[in-house]
């Protein structure tokens, strides 16, 4: 069983800059995928970024509405999977979750609580 925990969410102009963090319960290792998603007020949830790691290395994935302006990354030493947000837009504002596959594809099994992110105009 992994847990996800999201944190880094809040308030902010549109332009500026937040950077979630989803911490894992447990360190994973293998083949899988960290995901995030978003769903905003009345929409459904929608993909936003993803890493994978193989024995390969790691393969990333934006949606086209974030491409550009956030960056996923892994942070070893605190064990967490970041999603760097920039240059945020009124239409960014959503809940944030976090998600994980022991896999690099099919359904995301495991996800957080989600943490809301609130961009003004």
């Known amino acids: 069983q992994v847990q996800l925990v999201e944190s880094g969410g809040g308030l902010v102009q549109a332009g500026g800059s937040l950077r979630l963090s989803c911490a894992t319960s447990t360190r994973i290792s293998g083949t899988y995928t960290m995901g995030w998603f978003r769903q905003a007020p009345g929409k459904e949830r929608e993909f936003a970024a993803s890493?994978?790691?193989?024995?390969?290395?790691?393969?990333?994935n934006y949606a086209d509405s974030v491409k550009g302006r956030f960056t996923i990354s892994r942070d070893n030493t605190k064990n967490t999977i970041e999603l760097q947000m920039n240059n945020l837009k009124p239409e960014d504002t959503a809940v944030y979750y976090c998600?994980?596959?022991?896999?690099?594809?099919?359904?995301?099994?495991?996800w957080g609580q989600g943490t809301q992110v609130t961009v003004s105009s």
């Open positions: 890493i994978t790691f193989t024995w390969s290395g790691a393969n990333f």
């Open positions: 998600a994980a596959r022991l896999s690099s594809v099919g359904a995301y099994k495991y």
